[in-house]
C-alpha cells in the first residue's frame, strides 16, 4: 500500500456507513476495547460522544478504515499515554497499521506534551499486533501473566514502549 493513499484525520459524521463496516466485524472488535457496533446509531454516537481523548480515523484516499488511539495518563500517570488501534480485516496484512501507527506517533507527542512514553498492552497471542508494535517501533518489555479481564477471560498481555526520544523507523 502507498503511504500517500493513507491519512489519519477526526471522525466525521459522514463516516458512519465506513465505520461500522469495520466496527460491526467481530474479527476487528474481538481484540480491542471497542463494542461491536450493531446500528448506524450506534456508529453515530461513537463518532459523536465518544470519551477517548485523542484519537484518529485510519483512512485510504479518505475513507475510514480503522482507528488509532492514545488514552492519556493523569495525575502521577501523566507523562504516559496507551496506545490502541484497529483496522478493517480486508486491509489486514498490507502493512498499513503500521504506517498509521508511525503517522500517529508524532501527533500524540505534539498534542500532549507532558508525555514522554507511549505504551501499548498486547493480548499474548496476538502476534499480528505485536509485529505492528515492533515496525512501529515500540520495545517489547515483558510479558504480564493473567492481567485483566477481557471480555470475559483473564488475559496474559505483552507490554511495549516507545519513548518521545526513541527513533522512530522509516519505511523501506
Same mark, same amino acid.
Given at each position: 500500500?502507498?503511504?500517500? =493513499? ?5 471522525? $466525521? #459524521? ?9 466496527? @460491526? +466485524? *467481530? /474479527? ?27 484519537? =484518529? ?5 479518505? $475513507? #475510514? ?9 493523569? @495525575? +502521577? *500517570? /501523566? ?94
Amino acid at each position: 500500500m502507498e503511504s500517500s =493513499r493513507i491519512t489519519l484525520r477526526p471522525y $466525521r #459524521s459522514s463516516d458512519v456507513d465506513d465505520l461500522l463496516l469495520w466496527g @460491526g +466485524d *467481530d /474479527r476487528v472488535t474481538k481484540s480491542i476495547h471497542f463494542t461491536t457496533l450493531t446500528s448506524q446509531e450506534d456508529a453515530l454516537t461513537f463518532i459523536e460522544k465518544s470519551t477517548i481523548p485523542w484519537r =484518529r480515523s485510519i483512512c485510504i484516499d479518505d $475513507r #475510514s478504515i480503522g482507528i488509532v488511539v492514545a488514552r492519556p495518563g493523569s @495525575g +502521577d *500517570d /501523566r507523562c504516559r499515554a496507551e496506545i490502541g488501534y484497529a483496522l478493517a480485516a480486508e486491509y489486514w496484512g498490507q502493512g498499513i497499521t503500521p504506517k498509521a501507527v508511525k503517522m500517529a506517533i508524532p501527533l500524540i507527542f505534539n498534542d500532549f506534551p507532558e508525555i514522554v512514553r507511549l505504551q501499548a498492552l498486547s493480548d499474548a497471542n496476538n502476534k499480528a499486533s505485536h509485529r505492528v508494535l515492533e515496525k512501529a517501533g515500540f520495545v517489547k518489555e515483558g510479558m504480564f501473566r493473567k492481567y485483566f479481564y477481557f471480555k470475559g477471560e483473564i488475559k496474559d498481555v505483552v507490554l511495549y514502549s516507545l519513548l518521545s526520544t526513541d527513533p522512530i523507523p522509516s519505511d523501506p
